[in-house]
């Protein structure tokens, strides 16, 4: 099994900023790419960052200029940085990967999730 373990969530004040971790671990032969998405109440959970093994990424428009997703191989760790931050982007934060597997299987996983609320 492959386990994704986020932290960095809370609370912050319109304008500041938070800092996402996300590590994986277990059977991984490589991780072919991972990304955040977000869940607000009553909404769709929607993808706000992604950056793939070749270090290409990709940001939801609400977030560009504002946020940065970023990698460590080695750790098989990534990051969100997230910087003057709104009310709307309040939400459950998952961090999501696509795992090759020891035994070569693709497969998707998500982490639990972390709460971050931005205060207006």
């Known amino acids: 099994q492959v386990q994704l373990v986020e932290s960095g969530g809370g609370l912050v004040q319109a304008g500041g900023s938070l800092r996402l971790s996300c590590a994986a671990s277990?059977?991984?032969?490589?991780?072919?790419?991972m990304g955040w998405y977000r869940q607000a109440p009553g909404k769709q959970r929607e993808l706000v960052a992604a950056?793939?093994?070749?270090?290409?990424?990709n940001y939801t428009d609400s977030v560009k200029g504002r946020f940065t997703i970023s990698r460590d191989g080695a750790k098989n760790t990534v990051y969100l940085q997230m910087n003057s931050l709104k009310p709307e982007d309040t939400g459950v934060y998952y961090c999501?990967?696509?795992?090759?597997?020891?035994?070569?299987?693709?497969?998707?996983?998500w982490g639990q999730g972390t709460q971050v609320t931005v205060s207006s």
């Open positions: 999501n990967a696509g795992v090759v597997t020891t035994m070569l299987r693709r497969l998707v996983y």
């Open positions: 277990g059977v991984i032969f490589r991780i072919n790419y």
């Open positions: 950056i793939t093994s070749g270090d290409s990424t």
